[in-house]
């Protein structure tokens, strides 16, 4: 086990609600990233945070949005869900610094179905 | 833009027997190459990485990859398969524009059969 946790394990929401999932951070860790994979796909970058800070984004629209905090923990957040919002969400940290660049560790992710 | 292609949706190999998971890359400059595994409702497991050096690389379980430059590839192999090593597996490589962001391959599904 990575270390990285995620809450809730799995997700039921309806068409045009919001939902927020939480990760927990490898222990030393100073950056989070989120990723989304869809059924049958390779994970795709939403965004990542490094110091609390959004440090990079991927091709998700603004209602994808994010928080992390001082102990580094972190959230997503999606405002008015869509079907194709469906998938499972990872949360990977890492230790970002001196220009060097570390391994990604995931979480077990957090399945989200929206009806 | 960068980015990988895992050109097998599945490779079928029996216990015992040696296994390749391929995995071609495009990229501007030196890449810097992963590979990770999924199994069943789990998140990903890292496997082994490429930065720099020598082109094989050793990682866990006993899998290593073979950087080739030449042929922008990045193959996964283990000399003897077991059947827990069937799940699904996943290349990817950091985007240089984003030193961050992972950019990953669609996935091999990987069956090892008794």
């Known amino acids: 086990e990575t270390g990285v946790t995620q809450s809730p394990t799995h997700l039921i929401k309806t068409r045009g609600q919001q939902v927020t999932l939480r990760c927990s951070s490898q222990s030393g860790h100073n950056t989070v990233s989120w990723y989304q994979q869809a059924l049958g796909q390779g994970p795709q970058f939403i965004f990542q945070y490094y110091r609390e800070e959004e440090n990079g984004r991927g091709n998700f629209p603004p209602r994808f949005s994010g928080l992390q905090f001082p102990n580094y923990s972190s959230e997503l957040n999606v405002n008015a869900l869509e079907l194709d919002d469906s998938a499972l969400y990872l949360c990977?940290?890492?230790?970002?610094?001196?220009?060097?660049?570390?391994?990604?560790?995931f979480g077990p992710g957090t399945r989200l179905t929206v009806t | 833009a960068q980015s990988v292609a895992q050109p097998e949706d599945q490779v079928n190999v029996a216990e015992g027997n040696p296994l390749t998971v391929k995995c071609t890359y495009s990229?501007?400059?030196?890449?810097?190459l992963f590979w990770y595994v999924q199994y069943p409702n789990r998140g990903l497991q890292f496997l082994l990485k490429y930065i720099t050096g020598d082109n094989l690389v050793k990682g866990s379980y006993g899998f290593e990859a073979e950087f080739n430059k030449s042929q922008t590839s990045f193959h996964l192999k283990k000399p003897s398969a077991l059947v827990s090593d069937s799940a699904l597996y996943f290349c990817?490589?950091?985007?240089?524009?984003?030193?961050?962001?992972?950019?990953f391959g669609s996935g091999t599904r990987l069956l090892v059969r008794p």
């Open positions: 990977a940290s890492s230790l970002v610094g001196s220009g060097s660049f570390y391994e990604q560790y």
């Open positions: 990229v501007s400059g030196n890449p810097y």
């Open positions: 990817a490589v950091r985007d240089v524009d984003s030193s961050y962001k992972l950019i």
